[in-house]
């Protein structure tokens, strides 16, 4: 059974015998701290680690080449070197301050949209469906040899807040939503539109299996948004994009990266179309609570929680028997729950990794 074969499977609560060996990658400071540990130092990347350990790799997944959001770039570039930091440009446009070497979080100095006549030209100058390049030219080849490969293929299916979220910062957008919401809808249905007609111009018979959503809009206690606001403004237009998927593709699964405490929007995402949670941050969402509350209608990937990996053995023990009920249920790929972080030690995820295998027996 291919890799493709065996992920489907799981995604329609059938047995695999095997579930997909998928974790989410690594901080920088974890591969160096790794390297310190036992990892060869010519393993660098994500994907150099995944594949050094025998995992399948969520991210080694390949993902159809177009690009339906921000395009062309910014260009990247450093703007003042502060000494121990650095004043940088990145390829969103964004200005903010971080230090040279540790993974401290950026002071945010300035975003590219903070007025209405910003995003007129962020708009035109990063968001036309029109620009060249969107579309690889060799998109269905390359998807007809991953197919071949036995790789499951996955499709951008984009983001509305999250991506606003990035270009305005939090408060700025927190503040249009309350004072400009006609300002707002009009972003995400300018977003909704691209996202439409790019994945329209893929070619007929190319072949994709699911899509993949990336939305962080919550923080530890629930959403940056009202769930009614959610509902008005988001709701429709995913339902619109998951719409057109399923009809133009068969796509029938749409997975979505959002961490943070996620219950309350959940429901919306469902009846959205957007049917698959990830990576299911354990510290504020429990993934037995979402199987529980949604059943069948809800599938799952992610939601081991990182701290047991920090703690040791004893606490990864704990952490993977209490997701076998889900992994026996169906629907659920056991991960970390994000970016496996630097305080974890390489022997203890190599035994995190040794002691999952053992439950992706049962899947």
């Keep these: 059974m291919t890799h493709r074969e065996r992920l489907l499977k799981v995604f329609r609560f059938e047995k695999v015998g095997m579930l997909p060996n998928y974790d989410f990658g690594y901080w920088g400071e974890t591969i160096e701290r790794w390297h310190k540990e036992g990892l060869p130092e010519d393993v660098r990347t994500n994907q150099d680690v995944e594949r050094y350990l025998g995992l399948e790799g969520y991210e080694l ?15 990247e570039k450093v703007l003042e070197d502060k000494g121990d930091h650095l004043v940088v ?53 390359k998807a007809e040899l991953w197919r071949k490969e036995g790789w499951p293929i996955k499709v951008n ?27 707002v809808e009009e972003m995400m249905e300018h977003l909704t539109n691209l996202t439409l007609l790019v994945l329209e111009r893929i070619p007929e018979g190319t072949p994709v299996d699911y899509a993949h959503w990336w939305e962080d809009m919550c923080f530890n206690h629930g959403p940056l948004i009202s769930p ?16 057109f998927l399923r009809e133009r593709f068969g796509i029938t699964v749409s997975v979505l990266d959002c961490d943070g405490q996620i219950y309350q929007l959940v429901p919306g995402w469902l009846r959205g179309g957007i049917n698959c949670m ?86």
């Design 61 to 75: 997944i390949p993902s159809l080449p177009i690009n339906i959001g921000l395009y062309p770039y910014f260009e």
């Design 89 to 141: 440009q990145d390829g969103a446009g964004v200005i903010y301050e971080k230090h040279k070497t540790s993974a401290s979080i950026p002071k945010y100095l300035k975003f590219p949209i903070e007025t209405r006549s910003d995003w007129e030209r962020f708009r035109d100058e990063h968001l036309d469906p029109d620009y060249p390049g969107r579309i690889d030219p060799d998109i269905r080849q």
């Design 157 to 183: 299916g984009g983001s509305l807040y999250g991506w606003l979220r990035d270009w305005m910062g939090v408060e700025n957008i927190s503040i249009a939503i309350m004072t400009e919401k006609a300002w």
């Design 228 to 243: 009614k606001l959610f509902e008005e403004l988001m709701v429709p237009r995913y339902k619109r994009i998951t719409d």
């Design 278 to 363: 990830f990576p299911i941050e354990a510290a504020h969402t429990d993934p037995l609570v979402l199987r529980e509350r949604h059943g069948h209608q809800v599938l799952l990937i992610g939601g081991v929680d990182k701290r047991a990996l920090i703690a040791g053995k004893e606490a990864i023990d704990r952490e993977l028997e209490r997701l076998i009920p889900l992994v026996e249920d169906g629907g659920y790929i056991p991960t970390v729950d994000h970016r496996v972080p630097p305080d974890v030690s390489f022997e203890n995820y190599c035994y995190y990794l040794e002691k999952k295998k053992d439950i992706l027996k049962l899947g």
